[in-house]
């Protein structure tokens, strides 16, 4: 699979009808982006075997379900470390909705999102388990004022 560098206008409608609606049907996408049902399932199918759809979710309203405690930590680890194995130490945490490296002093960020405070507590304990993390540290989220999806040009789509 490889990233395409090369969209053009017609695929970045298509992928802003999918982000809006990722259950959008060939013909409805194909209605907005002024394509036949057949031509717009082509894109997609394209797309996709490029890699720049990378599959499709539900996007889950987390205090619906209650998991209502989230928080942000910064991971510090101990000599070198590298992406490969932190992301498979991290996917191992349930709790962890996101992650990533980052410039500055700590190595990582992460993203937790759990039901209480001990499950919380419980999570990060398991990252810090690991022996290549030094220490974190973690900001709860008190609320949570919007998020706003990434668009097919790299800035917020609404």
């Known amino acids: 699979m490889t990233v ?5 206008d017609i695929d970045r409608k298509v992928l802003t009808c999918l982000m809006r609606d990722g259950r959008a049907t060939y013909a409805e996408i194909g209605q907005e982006v002024d394509l036949s049902a057949p031509a717009a399932k082509r894109r997609v ?3 996709r075997a490029e890699g720049v759809i990378q599959g499709f979710t539900a996007v889950i309203d987390p205090s619906v379900v ?4 989230e928080a942000y930590v910064e991971v510090y680890c101990s000599g070198k470390v590298s992406p490969t194995q932190l992301r498979r130490q991290f996917q191992a945490v349930p709790e962890v909705i996101s992650a990533c490296t980052i410039s ?3 190595d990582a960020m992460l993203h937790l999102v759990a039901e209480e405070v001990q499950d919380l507590e419980r999570a990060i304990g398991l990252v810090r388990n690991e022996d290549n993390i030094e220490q974190t540290r973690s900001a709860i989220v008190l609320s949570r004022l919007f998020d706003r999806p990434v668009g097919p040009r790299g800035r917020s789509e609404g």
């Open 45 to 47: 199918d394209r797309l």
């Open 104 to 106: 500055g002093s700590a």
């Open 4 to 8: 395409s560098t090369g969209l053009d």
């Open 66 to 69: 209650g998991w209502v405690t």
